[in-house]
């Protein structure tokens, strides 16, 4: 699968790191698939996949944040075990990550120089620090003041700092994390500048990017992934974006998909010129009877979009009509009582109540209907628990068992079955199926299908493609906060459709 | 498999929980023994009292625990709302009208608390801190710092009676301690209470009103504080903006003790009564033993780090 290097380049014959049959399992999931790939001293190597491709897991057992499963990764032909991000560091193997993982309330110069302070006497030297920091900055072509507090800049300043930062300590392996998603124009040309500097040092640079431009811009090579294994390796002047689109798209069927041929049903959700944080100006209706589904990169404004519609965060502008009549949305309980239902991205932090019981938790939205006069019905409250147990066919070993101790699968369903508990005519479902075994997978699908039969209507948002692609009657893509194509089920190719997300 | 050894687990956890009543019936024991005093009916009415003052903040505390809040305000609300019950019956204002403008005062002061949290955005702990300090201050400054004392002979009295048997401080125990039970364990606002507790963006986004439960939890915990301030004046015969001071950490004590999670979402209503009436044993056997009130001090310290570390190894299984 490797190439040659371009000549004049890097020696091939030294890969600075090796993997061979790297591996990494979840519970429930394979993220990563016997993975076979050398990094070539002193290249710019590209990695460029879909969302879930097992891009950041790979950078996680690189920088010895996660333990591998199996297989062996070589540094200078030597076989090294990475037990943390200690061991990683003290090779010269650096990250740069697409959030700011710094310290918001300490100077620039602190920061530069945390853990590697520079003290006489055991005092601190902070204007000597400050000096040093500036000429670091200055050197690298970054104009960053070097004496104000971190969270004073902007997301993209304080980007460079962490890069400013990787550098410095003997860095001879860097990655880089999807590095210009908050970066300006200006911001990515330094940062470019600073890539290529490294480069000429002899530092290694493994870059990932949703951005297919800046990968021909500044790589030697791109690695693709895909579902967690390697695709293929090209050198950039042997490939062109299509063709990098092509390989990131194209999927033997392995998964499987439900579909039931429902009818359409009336109108029931009408979005007029809908715009807020991080979305602007979405359109779009739903059926019941139908799925709807909102499919982009991350960040592209789909998750704001539905927690917007259930009042989660307000809106600036646009309309709502539900069933023909305009409706306002103040908060959650006023999507609630009008029909909504929203099952949240992410399970841990907004769906569960992870340190209490299964039974609360399915039970959470319909306590007021469980209850008579003040007191809850103990036997309505089991009954609605164990029923939602025996129809999900939820694994635990009791109703009482607290939710933590479940599965992400069950976890899910335990979500699942709270709305189906309280019942709702339009279910907003963000990633239903992330981090959820395959069975678990068709179980959700199959439930989708009940819940259209039953005359529900759903809107969908995920970012695993094949997923939305096959079971979506209406397809939306969102890019850069915006709604930028719509398709009906399956009338464009997978391929076409990536394109349109990632706005080649 | 599984399911055996999560029974086993379970009976393991209901020996567990009653671990605290054990020990407590065996300190109880003990001190019957090993004093001539303890187990005198006397002696037994007068701890069942000072437990009950206790047992009625540490209830309410418990309920602004359980939200992840902490109120420090409750030894202050005791203080402040004898001075204001005091004040108000020297006043010719009779006794029940008193008593319910008072408790009218301890609902605003949590719906104060409510406010600082929810509006302000201020850390519970700070803001309780800073109502702690004023209520104290508006205490002394009303009082000019002194005892209102000369209350009428009805007000005093109820705290020195007993019915059937049992002190009238601790019908009023029971009188706090049954709704609040049917609150927190029997109704949907105790669910509410433990899910906004647990995480309070899941509750929102399943429709809880998570503000309402919120002040809920801190007007009731004002509104016991008011209540056992009530009491307490009327146990001293007198109003004083003093009275109460660091009993907050004596409710906080009691709740931990009784099985309340500091990180929020776990606890009971029977946790804090055992809890205070636990404290109340310790500090009662002490002073028949003669030990030193000092001793007392580090002796209950240290008794709070053992019984909650082995409550943390419960629930760590």
Sequence with gaps: MDRPAPQGGPDPATPILEMRDLDKRFTGTHALKSINLAFVAGEIHAIVGENGAGKSTLIKLLTGVYPKTSGEIFWKGQRVDLDGPHDALALGINAVHQEVVLCPHLTVAANLFLGNENTRYGLLQSRAMVRSAREVLDGLGFSVPADVVLSTLTIGQQQLVATARASLRGTRFLIFDEPTSYLTRRETAQLFALIRRLKSEGVTIVYISHRLEEVFELADRVSVLRDGQLISTHRVDEIDEQGLIRAMSNRSIEQIYYKEAIPTGPLLLEVQGFSGDGFEDISLSVHRGEIVGLYGLVGAGRSEFVESLFGRFPHSAGTLRWEGHEITVRNERDAIKRGLALLPESRRTQGLCLNLSLSLNVNLAIYERLSRFITIKRAAETAAADRQIKDLHIVAPSRSTLVASLSGGNQQKVVVGKWLNHGADLFLFDEPTVGVDVGTKLEIYRLLAKLLRDGAGIIMVSSYLPEVYELSDVLHVFRHKQLVASYQHKEASMEAILTQAIGV | ?317
């Design chain 2, 1 to 317: 498999m599984s399911d055996t050894v999560n029974k086993a687990q379970a009976r393991i956890n209901i020996l567990l929980s009653l671990t605290l009543l054990i020990l407590l019936l065996l300190i109880w024991a003990i001190l019957s023994v090993v004093t001539p005093s303890f187990a005198t009916a006397n002696n037994f009415v007068n701890l069942m009292r000072q437990a009950s003052l206790w047992a009625i903040i540490a209830i309410g505390e418990t309920f602004v625990i359980i939200t992840t809040g902490i109120d420090l305000a409750v030894g202050a609300v005791v203080g402040f709302a004898g001075v204001i019950v005091a004040m108000l019956l020297k006043a010719g204002v009779s006794i029940w009208a008193s008593v319910l403008i008072t408790l009218a005062v301890g609902v605003a002061i949590g719906a104060f608390h409510g406010f600082g949290v929810l509006k302000l955005g201020l850390p519970p702990f700070i803001m309780t801190l800073a109502t702690l300090t004023a209520l104290h201050g508006i205490g002394l400054l009303m009082t000019n710092g002194s005892t209102i004392s000369g209350l009428p002979d009805a007000f005093t009295d109820f705290s020195r009676e007993a019915f059937l048997g049992i002190p009238s401080l601790f019908w009023m125990v029971i009188l706090v301690a049954i709704p609040s039970y049917v609150y927190l364990h029997l109704s949907r606002w105790g669910r509410h209470l433990f899910a906004v507790g647990s995480n309070a963006e899941a509750a929102r986004l399943s429709g809880v009103n998570v503000s309402t439960t919120i002040y809920t939890a801190y007007i009731l915990s004002s509104l016991l504080a008011a209540f056992a301030g009530i009491l307490t004046a009327s146990r001293l015969s007198m109003g004083l903006a003093t009275n109460g001071t660091g009993w907050e950490l004596q409710a906080i004590a009691s709740t931990v003790i009784g099985g309340t999670s500091l990180f929020g979402a776990i606890g009971s209503v029977p946790g804090p009564l055992l809890g205070a009436i636990l404290l109340t044993t310790i500090n009662n056997g002490g002073t028949l033993l003669n030990v030193n009130s000092f001793w007392q001090l580090i002796i209950t310290g240290g008794l709070i780090i053992v019984i909650v570390y082995f409550d943390q190894l419960r629930r760590r299984r």
